[in-house]
T-cell receptor, first 115, second 114 residues
Framework: AQSVTQLGSHVSVSEGALVLLRCNYS??????LFWYVQYPNQGLQLLLK??????LVKGINGFEAEFKKSETSFHLTKPSAHMSDAAEYFCAVTESGGSNYKLTFGKGTLLTVNP | GAGVSQSPSNKVTEKGKDVELRCDPI?????LYWYRQRLGQGLEFLIY????????KSGLPSDRFSAERTGESVSTLTIQRTQQEDSAVYLC????????????FGPGTRLTVL
């Protein structure tokens, strides 16, 4: 069974400050890891993903995440927050080599960006 | 191109009534998923369709929930005898084919059971 823990249901940062959203996972097989963003009243949009290869992955809107197997983590960062980054962020895991790629999600982190 | 679409966007119903939610996946996507997002919770997997294979129903919470998909097109999620705890946003996602990993999500249907 897989699980995802997102530390902090709500993170507040100032515009221009570093954004750090934490994600830890549990998986009995090598995982594929994803970060999705959800703006109000919209569906989920893929920010970035890790499948194989380089453990530091870059996504859209200046976000990046690093897969650390030893720490079972996949934290999301952005050097400088913009007002437009305010949204809810979800970390998700699925089994690599699986046949259905169904996702197990964390409970989400709501990011607030203050002017 | 067109993304995943879902209808209705909002549905309010009375406890005990049946509801049908619709999902139109991205054209050519063979895999389709339904997830449920309850307030303050992450998304929960409900059901998965892949082509003409038998669906993976392992996430359906009770026998009041069912879903159908004809071929690689539209899917409907049906909830019978709705309960207040069924209130949630129901999200549909599609994926291109086997051995690809990225799901594309629709905007969801917000279901409110009074």
């Amino acid at each position: 069974a897989q699980s995802v823990t997102q530390l902090g249901s709500h993170v507040s940062v100032s515009e221009g400050a570093l954004v750090l959203l934490r994600c830890n996972y549990s998986s009995s097989v090598p995982p594929y890891l994803f970060w999705y963003v959800q703006y109000p009243n919209q569906g989920l949009q893929l920010l970035l993903k890790y499948t194989t290869g380089a453990t530091l992955v870059k996504g859209i809107n200046g976000f990046e995440a690093e897969f650390k197997k030893s720490e079972t983590s996949f934290h999301l960062t952005k050097p400088s927050a913009h007002m437009s980054d305010a949204a809810e962020y979800f970390c998700a895991v699925t089994e690599s080599g699986g046949s259905n790629y169904k996702l197990t999600f964390g409970k989400g982190t709501l990011l607030t960006v203050n002017p | 191109g067109a993304g995943v679409s879902q209808s209705p966007s909002n549905k309010v119903t009375e406890k005990g009534k049946d509801v049908e939610l619709r999902c139109d996946p991205i054209s050519g996507h063979t895999a389709l998923y339904w997830y449920r997002q309850r307030l303050g919770q992450g998304l929960e997997f409900l059901i998965y369709f892949q082509g003409n294979s038998a669906p993976d129903k392992s996430g359906l919470p009770s026998d009041r929930f069912s879903a159908e998909r004809t071929g690689e097109s539209v899917s409907t999620l049906t909830i019978q005898r709705t309960q207040q705890e069924d209130s949630a946003v129901y999200l549909c996602a599609s994926r291109l084919r086997q051995r690809t990993d990225t799901q594309y999500f629709g905007p969801g249907t917000r279901l409110t059971v009074l």
